[in-house]
Every structure is written in C-alpha cells, then in structure tokens.
C-alpha cells in the first residue's frame, strides 16, 4: 500500500495544510480516509478525483467530511455515473448539507461488522472515544497493514485495533496544558505510548492545530516510542 498524505492539519486548514485526508492506494485501488476542509485542491496533485472508489469519514466533524461536498459536485459535473462509496458513523450524511441535485453522486455505508473486502484491501473499524460517533479503521492488505485513529482519546479500543500494525496513522492534536483535552484527543505523548504499546513498526503523527509547536510535539513522542518516528506533511509518502 502507498499513504500519500493529502492533509493533515487538525480543526482549520493552516497556512501550508489542508485538513485531515490522507490517500491510500493498492493494485490501483484508490480510498480516502477523511475529506477535510480545504483537502479537494490539494487531492488533486496525487489523484483525479474522479478516479477514488471510497472514502472512510471517521466522523462528522467538518474537518474531516466538509470536502465530500465539492467532490460529490467535481464528480457530477464531469459525468461521474458511479456513485462514490463513503463509509462514515451512522447519522454522518445528516450532517454533509450537499444539495439534493448532486448528493446523489455519494453512497452512504454504514462501518461494517468485523473486517470486509473493500476492492483489494481489508478494512475493519471500530468505535473510538470522541465528542460525537467516530471510528477508527485498519486497512491490510495481504502482510502490509495501516491504522488510522481519527480523532479519539484513549481507549482500548484503538489499541487493540493497533497491535502489530505497520503504520499507526494517530492524531495528536491535544496539549497537555489543555484542562479536558484528553477526553477527546490524543497528546503526543499519548500518542507515542499507545504505538509502544501496540508494537505499531512506525507511527506518523498527524491532525496538530496549526498553531501547535511540530518540533515540540515530535521530542514529547519520541521520550516514549522508541521506533520510526514521523510528522505528517503534505505529500508525504509511505510505503507499507
């Protein structure tokens, strides 16, 4: 599988990003995991956005879904007739206010039960703890596999979702100093425990707030996980 990091920024776009969406491609297979605002520009450096089969939305959160809107509107007007899987919580297409004259271009799932075949990939999900429904997906394919946390704090859920994984994709949007912050997101720290724990080979950081320090948030993951360590940018691309 190849991650090409789309976007990355966590709550608004920032100066150089734009928000969660990252491209996962295989045997020619292209799924997004999340469509952010400001994410449709710069999706089209890496792929015709015509060309996605699905999209996995973790959870409502503008954020992480307001793109689905204009690709649903990119995709109708260039005479896209496959309507695009999204596979999103329940209640998610209540919330992506896309007019009724081109909703009809997305294809709302509900996560599935256990693992399921998604073209060549494997997904599984499960319930993350966040302020509204959200999940957290693992995608394999044949040895290589990711996991994508969404936005969560912790929860056992998500580690045991990890263990083993090849990449653990994780948001780290929370600070310390942030009274709460905890009940919904991840520290760096946080972060960095759960990838130790899980045995994750790589764990990539991602979802700060543009205003959050990256060089600080990489030296607090780094007092505890000891493997590959990476920050999310735009473009980044790995290999699993």
Do not use: K
């Amino acid at each position: 599988m190849i991650l090409t990091v789309v976007g990355c920024a966590g709550t608004v776009p920032g100066p150089e990003a734009a928000c969660s969406c990252y491209l996962l491609e295989h045997d020619g297979f292209r799924l997004l995991l999340d469509a952010g605002t400001g994410s449709l520009g710069p999706l089209q450096r890496f792929a015709d956005p015509c060309a996605i089969d699905a999209v996995l939305i973790s959870h409502r959160h503008r954020d992480h879904c307001s793109d689905l809107v204009p690709l649903a509107y990119l995709r109708d007007r260039r005479g896209t007739t496959a309507r695009l899987p999204v596979i999103a919580p329940a209640g998610t297409a209540a919330h992506v206010a896309a007019p009724s004259g081109y909703a009809r271009a997305l294809d709302w799932r509900d996560p599935p039960a256990g693992s399921a075949r998604l073209g060549p990939l494997t997904i599984e999900t499960v319930p993350v703890r966040h302020s509204v429904p959200a999940q957290a997906v693992r995608v394999t394919a044949g040895s290589a596999s990711l996991t994508y946390s969404g936005d969560t704090g912790e929860c056992a859920e998500l580690l045991e979702l990890a263990r083993g994984t090849n990449v653990l994709l994780c948001e780290a949007a929370a600070a310390v100093e942030t009274p709460g912050s905890g009940a919904a997101h991840l520290t760096p720290a946080q972060a960095a425990r759960l990838a130790e724990e899980a045995g994750a080979a790589h764990l990539v950081l991602t979802h700060l707030r543009p205003w959050a320090d990256p060089m600080a948030a990489l030296r607090e993951a780094r007092a505890s996980y000891h493997g590959p360590l990476t920050l999310a940018t735009p473009g980044l691309r790995l290999i699993t």
